[in-house]
Structure formats: structure tokens, C-alpha cells
């Protein structure tokens, strides 16, 4: 049945199946209008403060000689590579160990390039125990920009993953929430990897 509407054209509440209700104006709620509820992530400062990568055509190359490893956000050096927190995590603690030769694919490096960017890698995850304590990790490479490589510079990830780390954030509002800035987690970080010594796998008591 078409609804029914005066000669000014505004519906009218004649029509029985909605009787009692005037189309020609808003409804009138009872519930009490809704108000801003505000949030105090008084620690995001720390984020907003904290250095960010220089911008630099060739990263992975120029911010191991920059000199300042804290601006570089640099955790470890090695030999043949080097760790280096993302500046955008997945998770706290996120690291990329890159070697120090720009290659972009795996096989471009040679056997003791191989050799180190693995024992980084696995000193990545020793350290991440010892300061963030994660349940697991995940670990992998993404080569070429159709596998999400964003630089052409070959490059690891060790992300550090927390039983129920996965919340509401990044599924509603394409956010993730990091409890920690940047800065903390390097200053963090780099106070404990000191005490980790290449080359031979230490207990979790030795490196606490």
C-alpha cells in the first residue's frame, strides 16, 4: 500500500500499517543524545617525540653510516648485517635484519653473507626473548613488491607475537595499537643485547 501524503506532498501517519507514526517529522527518542568520550594515551607523546628514520633514497645503505645508531634505530650490528627496529611494527619489537650489501634477492648473497644474515636473525629472536619475552615469532621475507617488499634491498622480519595480540583494532579500524614508542624499545633492546654473545645459544636464566 503507497504511503499517504497531504496536498503540500508530506506523508501523513493515515496509512494503517504505520499508524501513530508522523513521516512528515523526525521520531522523538527517549535515549539521551550521544556524547564525545575521550581518550588519555598520555604515552602516545613519547611516540610523537621519538626519532623516525631519516629520509634517504637507499635506506638499509645509508642508515648504517649515519653514525647515530639510535636516530638509525639500530639494535645490533654484525659482521655482514645488522638489526634495525621497523619504523611501522606489526607488534612491539618488530626487527628487520638486513644485510649490509645491497641485494635483493637470497641468492644474491654469498655463502658467509648467508651464514650471518641467519645467525642475526636468530640472535634477533635470543634478544626479543630475553627483553619482550613473545610466545612465538613469525619470520620471513617478502622479495619484490608484489610479495609487499617496499624496498628493493633485501631484508628480513622478526616479529614478536603475543598469545591473543590480535584485537578489534586492526580488524575495525585498520589500526594496530602499540604500547611502546619506538625510542623505549631501542633503549631496551640495546641495554640487554650487549649481554648476548654470538655464536653460542644462552638459557633463558643466563640472559634475564
Do not use: C
Not at 85 to 92: E, F, G, I, S, T
Amino acid at each position: 500500500m503507497p504511503l499517504a501524503t497531504d496536498r503540500n506532498g508530506n506523508f501523513t501517519n493515515d496509512n494503517p500499517t504505520h499508524a501513530g507514526f508522523d513521516f512528515g517529522r523526525a521520531p522523538v527518542s527517549n535515549r539521551q543524545p550521544l556524547t564525545m568520550q575521550q581518550l588519555h594515551p598520555y604515552w602516545r607523546m613519547d611516540y610523537i617525540e621519538a626519532p623516525r628514520y631519516p629520509a634517504t633514497k637507499k635506506p638499509f645503505t645509508e642508515l648504517p653510516a649515519l653514525g647515530d645508531d639510535r636516530a638509525a634505530l639500530i639494535v645490533y650490528r654484525s659482521p655482514l648485517s645488522y638489526l634495525v627496529l621497523n619504523r611501522y611494527p606489526y607488534n612491539p619489537g618488530h626487527l628487520l635484519a638486513v644485510p649490509f650489501r645491497e641485494v635483493v634477492e637470497l641468492e644474491e648473497l654469498n655463502p658467509a653473507e648467508r651464514a650471518d644474515l641467519m645467525d642475526i636473525i636468530i640472535t634477533a629472536q635470543r634478544l626479543l626473548r630475553a627483553v619482550l619475552k613473545p610466545d612465538g615469532f613469525n619470520l620471513g621475507f617478502n622479495v619484490g613488491s608484489t610479495a609487499g617488499g617496499s624496498i628493493p634491498h633485501l631484508h628480513g622480519h622478526i616479529v614478536p607475537r603475543w598469545n591473543g595480540d590480535n584485537n578489534f583494532m586492526p580488524v575495525l579500524g585498520q589500526t594496530r595499537v602499540l604500547p611502546q614508542a619506538l625510542d623505549a624499545t631501542w633503549e631496551r633492546l640495546t641495554g640487554k643485547v650487549g649481554k648476548l654473545k654470538s655464536g653460542k645459544r644462552k638459557t633463558k636464566s643466563t640472559l634475564r
